[in-house]
């Protein structure tokens, strides 16, 4: 009956076909896939108002859809009902060099932002590695390897038009760079993962393009050496855009799979941006402090296509670990701690690894206190996967008792939904689940992620 009213309404952008349900019964994790009945392919804002009506007075769940590049099961539809897939809504609508700003529907991907921004001499920084959609990136509150310049998603989003479950649209905020009028709505949403609202329209703060950027490579005989230097560089303030740790297994593995010959030691990748003078003098300090803790052989490039092969190779850390791994998906980590807490959290998960005959090489955004330990397993090797939950669960535990967070970055999804209470207190969550169950009242909006649904009976 459901589809029928959708059909009735949207015509062919409604789907029942079975590969592309397929196609949107999964993200890039190792979590179940589930069906969808159906695919809605809307293409406008009025699109996803007419799906969010029908599908709430028939009680329907539906689960936006962007990418499907989220890690924690985020966008898995394990209820059934509605994938609302948003691709087909990649406008850029407006963009003000002035006021560096731009408005965008969720269907933009980041490189196609980029690449259009790039004609005005503008950019956006967030740079989860995926080629990610803005809306996905903006619902998971997703950051990655400039935040420790730029800031996160929740930094960079300045207004939202939402799509509420009953169908209502809403703005959040004026253009304005600040304000003080009523609640933040803005930044209720972001992060959401869409169990609140469907986000059609994103006004996002852009930064001019620097006039010099300059990556660097620097090598160190423990994790320890070059976590403690990170921390020095940041309590600092020296202007650092990504600092980043691949450890040493983690470089073994990019240099096989991507065909670089990056030293095989512990590595911190560096950029800088500004001016030559800024990041001359940046560099330098940077290079200084960082060789008291041991550092050496420290090689910079302003050549552009060293940086992006260099950048490149990190973020195919992920693959080149699955792809040692035969039948392989990712089992996706993600805390974060106090920067003064990381190298004992860092340096604990080696031992336990060492400990659990794991293979689990460590990257990490590590200005932030961020990291991850790229974890692959076969699906289908239940033995395999029980003893990588088992890690996870000590990972998290180890990285709340040093005053941290169950994911700096990937979002609660399905595969942290067990640690909200263990991190901030029930009575916080009952504080979400009561936003959650006025908003949502019938709980179609993404049913079963963030708040367990124990909470919310």
Same mark, same amino acid.
């Given at each position: 009956m459901v589809i029928d009213e959708l059909r009735a309404a949207l015509g062919q952008k409604v789907s029942v076909n079975d590969t592309i349900r397929e196609h949107h019964s999964k993200d890039e994790s190792f979590h179940t896939p589930t069906l969808p009945d159906a695919v809605v392919f809307a293409t406008c804002t009025q699109d996803v108002a007419t799906t969010l009506r029908i599908c709430n007075n028939n009680k329907t769940p539906v689960v936006a859809w962007g990418a499907g590049t989220?890690?924690?099961?985020?966008?898995?539809?394990?209820?059934?009902?509605?994938?609302l897939d948003l691709s087909q809504m990649d406008k850029i609508l407006r963009v003000s060099g002035e006021d560096l700003d731009c408005t965008i529907q969720p269907g933009v991907r980041r490189k196609q932002l980029n690449e259009y921004l790039s004609k005005h001499g503008l950019f956006f920084p967030v740079?989860?590695?995926?080629?990610?959609?803005?809306?996905?990136?903006?619902?998971? %509150?997703?950051?990655?390897?400039? @935040?420790?310049?730029?800031?996160?998603?929740?930094?960079?989003?300045?207004?939202?038009?939402?799509?509420?479950?009953? $169908?209502?649209?809403? @703005?959040?905020?004026?253009?304005?760079?600040?304000?003080?009028? $009523?609640?933040?709505?803005?930044?209720? #949403?972001? +992060?959401? /993962? +869409?169990?609140l609202g469907v986000i059609t329209e994103l006004t996002l703060r852009v930064f001019g393009i620097p006039e010099v950027i300059a990556a660097a490579t620097m090598q #160190?005989?423990?994790?320890?050496?070059?976590?403690?230097?990170?921390?020095?560089?940041?309590?600092? %303030?020296?202007?650092?855009?990504?600092? &980043?740790?691949?450890?040493?297994?983690?470089?073994?593995?990019?240099?096989?799979?991507?065909?670089? /010959?990056?030293? /095989?030691?512990?590595?911190?990748?560096?950029? #800088?941006?500004?001016?030559? &003078?800024s990041t001359a003098i940046e560099i330098a300090e940077a290079k200084e402090v960082l060789g008291r803790y041991g550092g050496d052989n420290f090689l910079q490039t302003t050549d552009e296509a060293e940086r992006r092969k260099l950048w490149q190779a990190r973020h195919d850390a992920g693959l080149a670990c699955r792809s040692h791994q035969p039948n392989g998906r990712i089992f996706s980590t993600d805390v974060c701690v106090p920067i003064s807490k990381l190298s004992e959290c860092i340096e604990q998960t080696q031992q336990d690894l060492a400990d659990s005959k794991m293979y689990g090489p460590i990257v990490g955004h590590v200005g932030d206190g961020n990291f991850h330990v790229l974890l692959t397993a076969d699906p289908n090797d239940h033995a395999a996967i029980e003893?990588?939950?088992? #890690?996870?669960?000590?990972?998290? &535990?180890?990285?709340?008792?040093?005053? +941290?967070?169950?994911?700096? /970055?990937?979002?609660?999804?399905?595969?942290?939904?067990?640690?909200?209470?263990?991190?901030? $207190?029930?009575?916080?969550v009952d504080v979400m689940a009561t936003i959650k169950l006025a908003l949502d009242p019938n709980g179609i909006m993404n049913p079963g992620k963030i708040i367990a649904d124990s909470v919310l009976q």
């Open positions: 989220s890690l924690e099961g985020n966008s898995t539809p394990i209820h059934g009902g509605v994938s740079d989860p590695g995926a080629d990610a959609t803005l809306g996905g990136m903006a619902s998971t %509150g997703a950051s990655g390897t400039t @935040t420790v310049k730029y800031g996160a998603m929740k930094q960079l989003v300045m207004s939202l038009t939402v799509v509420t479950a009953n $169908g209502e649209v809403i @703005t959040t905020s004026r253009r304005a760079r600040k304000t003080s009028a $009523g609640y933040d709505l803005t930044h209720l #949403f972001v +992060g959401s /993962e +869409g169990t #160190f005989d423990s994790v320890r050496n070059a976590v403690d230097g990170v921390i020095e560089v940041i309590q600092l %303030g020296i202007g650092v855009a990504r600092i &980043e740790l691949v450890d040493r297994q983690a470089v073994l593995a990019v240099n096989r799979y991507s065909q670089t /010959e990056l030293p /095989e030691k512990d590595l911190l990748l560096l950029e #800088f941006h500004g001016s030559a &003078e003893k990588l939950e088992d #890690f996870h669960t000590r990972l998290v &535990e180890r990285s709340l008792s040093l005053e +941290g967070t169950c994911t700096g /970055e990937h979002g609660i999804g399905i595969g942290k939904i067990g640690y909200l209470i263990s991190e901030l $207190g029930r009575e916080a």
